[in-house]
């Protein structure tokens, strides 16, 4: 399913693919050329078609592999698993949901913290996965981002967060909600530490995601393709009775209206993390 | 079964007999007390099994009573501050100067409205950047002067619109989360009536979290939770009680501090009461706040919010060979 | 000449008196209505016509005498005189056009300082003369409105603003910009003192001075009848070729946009201040 | 006399001279060095009794180097962070982060443009509330992340427009002034182009403000002075004299710490030499700068805008008989 296409420029290569692939398949099927490509081989060019230029889906892990510099990433993820607080069961029991979620990506939940390098760049990297329950903040998210940014502040080394979420994990009420202000809270213990703090919103950055953490960065990048908004148009459109602009919520609006920084390609994030970790490394006024 | 038809019934016909005896002072009271007991003998069997659907009802009632009505009971005086500064002025979320018992606050609440022009014009209480921005300038009047923050949550959620987007609706509620828990006094949240998701938490990272007795507070609203996890509205009131969004299971989740009692019938059956619950409590907490020395304060803000959820450690070895 | 009329409710009240009268007059005639009105008989009514409502000019001392308790106010005002840094000479000499301001006003600058009691409440007073070049604020007035600040801190009462003001003192040149910073610092020792801070805008606040100091306060008030803005309309015609909205820079364009709390009746200014005090009054959070 | 226009056709008279020798390989070599003779000549005499309307001019003058051209000159490296996360971002207003002697710093900038459509998009470097707003943003990077930050004025003045006053710009301006003054880290200011008023006072509020040689730095434009104190348009370079605008006068009021000398002819005659000019004395002054402890660089701060201006204590009684 394509979110992003320049239909004017007959641009290939602005096609993004949001549904993940299975992690089994050595080949896979772009969605934009029909082409079919060796996965090692999409690996090496960052998960963009080598024939048209449409963007793959990304996991965590190939998300992180596409940012890092080679064998320098340290999995630091905690140990930690979603609880079952509310006992939530909608067509299927919460824990069998997550239970689901981890047979699939191999994640304990919808993140994965690493220290790694980038560019030559020492960081501690947050990424979230958008397979694991639609990339969903519940307790598991917010207390490894917090961990992340705590690890980021000993480590004296910028956090950079990948965003890739739906928004709140509803399947823990109101405790997912409170991954807002518990990950606000120690985005300002990070900022009094003086540690530099990169956002970069991939498909999708939404909800209550971008309504906490998310929005909080020192720097914010887009990537080209994604989808950037508190509100999703259909409850806009039946709230509102409102009729949507069509470049609504795509990072060229939120561009525009001076919600990030950049959209930047995917082909490009790498070096452009790279650039801006150059320029906050050196030194600062100690006074 | 009882149900709140019934019930609503009941009382519009006990309303009118008052409104009778009082006006054209006609002898109905017998009738009336007959009546009277009538309601509230259904009133306790409607309340004795009170689904969580039910108390998004009673939260959504529409004779509930609203922010304003009341901040001007609880408080002694208001005083009404408008404005962001810079966008205009949001009557979705309103706030200014108060009194309690003697001492200076600042108050915040969503406004809902009741007839339907103020519902329009308050957009039944859904805030927009403009109002989140009031918030955080608000919030850090109480800062800067020291005086303890009170915010009465009531809004199905932030305003999804356009403009809203356009404004970096997301953003401005996350400035407000983070002015409000670095506000340097005493913080006191009462969620009155609807706490819809992030629209509500902006204003209700307090140092104390009470909520009414059939007021709810949720991540998402229930027919939301109903379209988009059972993919079928007819699963509402299902998805009410599995969002755990009351008072006494928020509680028992830790996530709020105390279940303020409302009168048999729902606040709306006599606000006034309500109301002095709502002050008695925000002055006992606001008094046990005051008697903190302000590293203490905000350490225990800290405290509160950073270990807030829930998850287990595991052994990863063995997580593995579980999938 | 009006510059605030209601011409829909026809309502008389709503008109504005810009120009000052001479000290020495003891009758005036009420521009809206034409009716010769006895000044002390004005002076005990808020400056308000006692036949038609319309709001006349007030002087620094005649809105100290109008907002604070009757023999309460202490005249503070520093004994400062501007210097003529840059030698300036327009039509005339700089320090000629502040002795003829002083000689017209009685005052030393456009800025008056009292210490004072609102309806019972101790405050420093610090209200600006639009009589005096404009009411523009150079390097007295800048000082002046720091002292008044230092003083509210020293003293712990509330500071409060009557802004009058056409913006900066040409004739002191980039000195006059510099009590845009300065006066803003001292507000900042003003904040961190937990000193509150109420603004109340008359005709006219704009320019530098609304750039600055004016638009710091925690709480901020407009007479009816005001003009706020920072850009001159001639100026916006003339750079934009915009068509100004009817109701552009008055005080009901501003709240509007969210750029005071109020609007208030001349006749209500002094209660409602009161009415603010009293609610900042009280035991607040000492932790 | 020499005016400004003899100069500039003998400057595009050497500059086509150039062009030709290097184009088509003409042989022309010694008429240029009679020309450039010649134009070193006139410029010497034109420089040597620059009055301040002729600064005004230079100021302003169509081939000046602008805010980008002399960032990528003045700095390592130069990336650009856009928007104030709320109302959109403004062009008029730049900034981001740079590198300058190796160490990292944050910049902000007027962009005026050079070609008419830049000038028209940039609105020749008159910022509005979003572009104050960004200013403030970064500001909060380099105190967050104690980086120095470097600023280059260069604008008419703040954006005079109905939209701008809708969403306050004077609110704006003041909350810049007041982020620029609490910044934990080095601020230096530059006056590169024009220091027009509050527009430029927003972002010059540092702890060392310099200034190029034939920059101006004013609290009104000489024609907005000229209307409205001598109601005589002609009167616009007698008002530019009284002004004060220039940099030598400001550096004798102490408002600016130090003038940047250009290159004979103006910045535009020698973008490069400028650009070394500016990049020398900011390392200069952020090498003092750093060697300051927080405490002390914001003491110095403090002191430094407390106590400008120029008064004179009296006594009043004596005063009052003056009158
Ligand atoms: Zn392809
Ligand atoms: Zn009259």
Redesign the pocket.
């Known amino acids: 399913m394509p979110i992003w296409k320049d239909e004017k420029k007959k641009n290939r290569r602005d096609y993004v693919e949001v549904t993940p692939s299975r992690a089994e398949d050595l080949w896979l099927r772009?969605q934009?050329?029909g082409?079919l490509v060796f996965r090692k081989k999409l690996a090496q060019n960052s998960y963009i078609?080598p024939?048209?230029g449409?963007y793959f889906f990304l996991s965590a892990e190939e998300r992180i592999a596409s940012l890092v510099d080679e064998g320098s990433a340290a999995d630091v993820t905690a140990p930690l698993v979603a609880n079952d607080p509310l006992g939530f069961v909608d067509r299927k029991p919460y824990p069998d949901r997550v239970k689901e979620a981890q047979r699939e990506t191999g994640l304990l939940d919808a993140v994965k913290v690493v220290e790694a390098r980038i560019e030559g760049h020492p960081v501690v990297l947050a990424v979230m996965d958008f397979r694991f329950i639609g990339g969903s903040m519940g307790s598991v998210v917010g207390e490894e981002l917090c961990l992340a940014m705590e690890r980021a502040i000993e480590l004296g080394v910028p956090f950079v967060l990948v965003a890739a979420s739906g928004g709140a994990r509803v399947q823990e009420g109101v405790l997912s909600l409170m991954q807002m202000p518990k990950t606000v809270l120690v985005r300002g213990k990070l900022a009094r530490a003086g540690i530099p703090y990169i956002a970069v919103f991939t498909y999708p950055t939404t909800g209550g995601v971008l309504a906490s953490i998310a929005s909080l960065a020192d720097i914010t990048l887009a990537e080209r393709g994604t989808k950037i908004g508190f509100a999703g148009p259909r409850v806009i459109e039946q709230t509102t009775k409102e009729k949507l602009p069509p470049d609504f919520q795509t990072e060229d609006f939120a561009l525009a209206r001076g919600m990030v920084d950049r959209v930047v390609r995917r082909e490009e994030l790498r070096s452009e993390l790279g650039k801006i970790l150059s320029l906050l490394d050196g030194g600062r006024y100690g006074g | 079964m009882v149900d709140e038809g019934t019930l609503k019934a009941l009382e519009d016909k006990v309303a009118e007999l008052k409104r009778l005896i009082q006006q054209d002072g006609l002898e109905l009271s017998e009738e009336l007390s007959l009546l009277e007991r009538k309601l509230e003998e259904l009133r306790r069997e409607y309340f004795a099994k009170l689904s969580d659907w039910d108390r998004v009802k009673l939260a959504r009632h529409e004779r509930r009573p609203t922010g304003i009505e009341l901040v001007e009971k609880v408080f002694d005086d208001f005083y009404e501050l408008r404005g962001d500064r810079l966008l205009g002025d949001d009557q979705a979320l309103r706030g200014g100067l108060a009194k309690l018992g003697g001492k200076p606050v600042v108050v915040l609440f969503h406004q809902k409205g009741r007839t339907l022009e103020e519902q329009r014009r308050y957009r039944f209480g859904m805030a927009g950047p403009a109002g989140y921005r009031k918030a955080a300038r608000l919030m850090g009047i109480a800062d800067r002067l020291r005086l303890p923050l009170i915010s009465l949550v009531d809004t199905p959620g932030a305003y999804p619109g356009v403009e809203a987007e356009s404004h970096n609706i997301a953003g401005t509620i996350a400035r407000s989360i983070e002015t409000m828990l670095s506000v340097r006094a005493p913080t006191v949240a009462v969620i009155v009536g609807e706490g819809g998701s992030g629209g509500a938490v902006a204003i209700a990272c307090a140092d104390r979290v009470l909520m009414l007795e059939y007021a709810i507070y949720s991540v998402i609203s229930p027919e939301g939770a109903a379209a988009i996890l059972w993919k079928d509205q007819k699963a509402t009131p299902k998805a009410a009680e599995a969002l755990g969004l009351s008072a006494p299971k928020l509680r028992a989740l830790g996530v709020i501090d105390e279940v303020l009692p409302e009168p048999l019938g729902g606040a709306h059956t006599d606000p006034d009461a309500t109301a002095d619950t709502i002050r008695e409590a925000l002055m006992r907490h606001l008094d046990e706040l005051f008697s903190l020395p302000l590293d203490e304060l905000l350490a225990l803000r800290y405290k509160r919010y950073r270990d807030v959820g829930s998850y287990r450690e595991i052994e990863t070895g063995s997580f593995l060979q579980d999938l």
């Open positions: 772009c934009s050329c082409e078609c024939h048209c449409a």
